[in-house]
């Protein structure tokens, strides 16, 4: 049993590396040229497949960690919902699908859910608690965010370009944290954290950039 989870885990940190790679690498060339889509791409099945393995080792007996178990869904909404935003740049569409508001409403469950988590960990003292809310929050934010994108469809703007972005530096966030926390083995408040405020600067970059060249 243990030599075929410990495949399993090999498999989960190949493709977790691979998709590691292709989000650095999409992020330094140029926005919407080929070679971008086919590493956004490999980003996305490499960390779709990563964190889909996660998942169910996260409660396998001596492996169980509920805190890994909702990132790797997490990660799954946000590669998911950012590639969903793509199909909004067609002016077609003119309304959010059941696959976009379940996806999405998914994720307000799970987040809302961790907020709660991290509240009653800090009220018994349990203060690595505190990422619950922190991810939860951002998760909180990103679907509220998605249902008043559904709701604004009409409105010519490029709103879901600032989406794409957002959810797809957000897995990379979640990816760069996996890698540190997991493959170098650092595993204090630090480490959980500083990418996903670098991650953010970052985001907040490329939104005003966005709506800039919109003005």
């Known amino acids: 049993m243990e030599e075929t989870l410990r495949i399993f885990i090999y498999i989960h940190a190949f493709f977790g590396g691979l998709g590691l790679i292709a989000g650095l690498g999409s992020i330094t060339v140029k926005k919407g040229n080929l070679l971008h889509k086919r ?27 509920l805190f890994l178990f909702l990132i790797g869904i997490f990660t799954i909404y946000l590669v998911v919902s950012g590639n969903r935003m793509i199909t909004f740049k067609s002016r077609k569409k003119k309304h959010a699908n059941a696959i976009d508001k379940i996806t999405s409403g998914t994720m307000l469950i799970l987040s809302s859910f961790m907020i709660v988590l991290g509240v009653y ?88 950039k966005l709506t800039a060249n919109t003005e």
């Open 39 to 65: 590493l956004g791409k490999l980003f996305s099945v490499g960390m779709i497949i990563s964190s889909l393995i996660s998942i169910p080792i996260s409660w396998l007996p001596n492996h169980k960690n």
């Open 121 to 208: 960990g800090l009220f018994n003292g349990h203060y690595v608690h505190i990422l619950f809310i922190l991810f939860g929050g951002f998760g909180l934010f990103l679907t509220v965010m998605d249902f008043i994108f559904y709701k604004n469809l009409s409105n010519p703007t490029n709103n879901w370009l600032i989406n794409h972005v957002r959810k797809m530096i957000g897995a990379l966030i979640a990816s760069i944290t996996a890698f540190i926390v997991a493959g170098l083995g650092i595993g204090n408040l630090i480490a959980w954290i500083l990418p996903s405020v670098i991650g953010t600067i970052y985001i907040i970059y490329w939104r005003r």
